[in-house]
């Protein structure tokens, strides 16, 4: 299988030679897909074996409760791994489904062969091994701040919570989110009427200006 400059950009290949990047994808069982929009990668309820690498495209992690009450987990990029942390637990059943936003290309690993050195010995296993759990550790951090916002109590102090953080990342006043309005209001948990006349409410306050998914932060709210 071909070793793609893309696939040097992710970080779980980073230390690693692209000459050897053919033995590399070889070793790990690596597989490239191709899904539709809103199709399914991985669903909740079914076992972690492979981690997913986005090559192309958007996918998000879903939530789903028993009301049938979508949360959006996580958002991934291209070059970003996906369900590494249930695949390395090899849990059982998947606490979240995977799903792709837009028409997306995913190269799938085996993890049991991630983690385990081949017949071989080869030595890109280690770093590797390395590059996996320093992804891991990064996505728990993010699953932490996304718990942080949510537990705030209400809409407001969610919404501007999850702006500040999203304004320090970038370092600037403009940026941009990557969700929609719907996809905002998963992620944080809220009815998404609520979530607009929140917004609405700060435009007119002069806290914050958007357009689609860019937001532009002007000043402090009082109660921040």
Known sequence: MHFSDE????????????????????????RRMRYKKGEIIFAEGEPARDVGILLKGQVQLIRTDYFGNRSIMMHIHPGQLFAESFACARAEKLPVSVMATEEAEVMLLDCQRVLSSCCKACEFHSKIIFNLLKIV???????????????????????????????????KADFSIPFDRQGLADYLEVDRSGLSAEMSKLKKEGILDYYKNNFRLLRMARDE
């Open 137 to 171: 550790a990064e996505k728990n951090l993010a699953l932490h701040q996304k718990a942080m916002i949510c537990a705030k109590r209400s809409t407001r102090e969610k919404l501007m919570a999850y702006l500040l953080l999203r304004a320090k990342e970038a370092g």
């Open 7 to 30: 696939l040097l950009m992710c970080p779980l290949f980073w230390g690693i030679e692209k000459k050897d990047g053919e033995a590399v994808l070889g070793c790990l069982g690596a």
